[in-house]
């Protein structure tokens, strides 16, 4: 396991650069949708604010460099004493406000991404990152998949730890790349090339594979069914062998968007020219209540329908029936998250991961840049 913020002896009065998971949903009026992840990266701070350090926090919004994270800072106001908003993300008035910090000061920084250093991973940048602080912490795990300034480059140059967040991000997902069996592994989404080695590694580790959302229209295509205006891979991915796999499970019936607009639930047999396969049906949830039944352990990366287009009903009976049944569970991805959330249900599974790609990459590869730099820091900077 990589160094976490309670092998540090002393924090009082030390500056930390803590690198927080702060992308979340904003409606188009500014509201947030989901504040999953900031109520995650409170313990974090918490901690760091109680041990006496001056806490420098920052992350990115958005992938447009514009926005800003004064609407963050607001929110962070309510469940966090002493804490101050700078305008910029370095410069002299970071320097300022850094300098006028007593313990267990609060510093948030503005967004990241404001900075063409950051996703260039300019070292130039992430040395003027780092000289803000003393330590550095990174629990951002959902943005370490990621050769980013904050993530990989500001470690060079401090000795870094993991936060709160990451390390349990780091321990709920490493069991998950070695079970307790019967084992289930859902995976949802899109982009089947990306997600094809995930598939074929946990075969060999999991019991059940269920390939769902836009990945199963894929199988679909290859046992010859008809998927009318669905979304499926360009060009063509070859899973034939998959489906001779008796472990790869894939919908029984799916809820189309119909031409006339109209929701209907199909075989895949069934579906029609104009079509388009958006959701998992009754029958496929089904399908998987004995397998959920038996299982000890579950691991859900991605919804089952097109969340963004309103299609929440296959991935909310799939909860209802995890929850119903309680098994041991890690669940990831922001759509899958937002649902579960929004619904009430995120304290019936045993962890909520605030990762999505990098969940993913984690999980195939047992590594990620982020926890990659926090090793080398240590070889590094002896603390």
């Given at each position: ?23 979340i ?101 992430a ?19 990621r ?19 990451f ?16 084992a ?18 946990f ?8 390939v769902?959302?836009?990945?199963a ?19 063509p ?61 579950i691991?859900?990366?991605g ?28 669940v990831g991805?922001?759509d ?47 603390e």
């Amino acid at each position: 396991m990589v160094r976490d913020i309670k092998d540090i002896k002393n924090l009082k009065g030390k500056r930390v650069l803590v690198r927080a998971s702060l992308n979340i949903p904003f409606s188009k009026g500014g509201v947030i949708l989901d504040d999953f992840r900031l109520q995650k990266a409170l313990p974090t701070i918490k901690y760091l604010h109680e041990k006496g350090a001056r806490v420098i926090m920052c992350g990115h919004l958005g992938r447009d460099a514009h926005m800003t994270l004064a609407p963050i800072f607001h929110y962070l106001q309510k469940h966090i004493e002493h804490i101050q908003f700078a305008h910029d993300v370095v410069g002299p008035s970071v320097n300022n406000a850094v300098g006028n910090m007593n313990d267990g000061d609060v510093l948030l920084l503005e967004n990241l991404r404001r900075c063409d250093g950051e996703t260039a991973n300019d070292l130039q940048f992430a040395e003027e990152l780092a000289r803000l602080a003393d330590i550095y912490v990174n629990d951002a795990f959902s943005a370490s998949h990621r050769e980013h300034a904050s993530i990989v480059g500001v470690p060079f140059f401090l000795p870094a730890y993991a936060g709160k967040l990451f390390k349990s991000e780091y321990e709920e997902l490493q069991y998950a790349r070695n079970p307790e069996h019967p084992a289930l592994f859902i995976l949802g989404g899109a982009k089947f090339e990306t997600k094809q080695p995930l598939v074929e590694k946990f075969l060999t580790i999991y019991d059940h594979v269920f390939v769902t959302g836009a990945l199963a229209n894929d199988f679909f295509l290859a046992e010859g069914y008809p998927v009318g205006r669905s979304l499926v891979s360009d060009p063509p991915v070859n899973v034939k062998h998959l489906l001779k796999n008796s472990k790869v499970l894939i919908p029984k019936d799916v809820m189309v968007l119909t031409i006339d607009g109209e929701k209907v639930v199909k075989k895949p047999e069934e579906v029609e020219v104009g079509d388009m396969i958006n959701d998992s049906g009754p029958e496929t949830i089904k399908m998987l209540e004995p397998i959920i039944k038996q299982a000890k352990f579950i691991l859900w990366n991605g919804p089952l329908g097109d969340y963004q287009l309103g299609f929440i009903e296959g991935t909310k009976s799939l909860i209802e029936l995890i929850s119903r049944t309680n098994p041991d569970s890690v669940v990831g991805g922001g759509d899958t998250m937002s649902l579960i959330t929004k619904f009430g249900y995120d304290k019936q599974f045993s962890f909520c991961s605030t990762a999505g790609g990098s969940m993913l990459e984690f999980l195939l590869k047992g590594t990620i840049p982020g926890i990659e730099a926090i090793e080398r820091s240590s070889n590094r900077h002896h603390e």
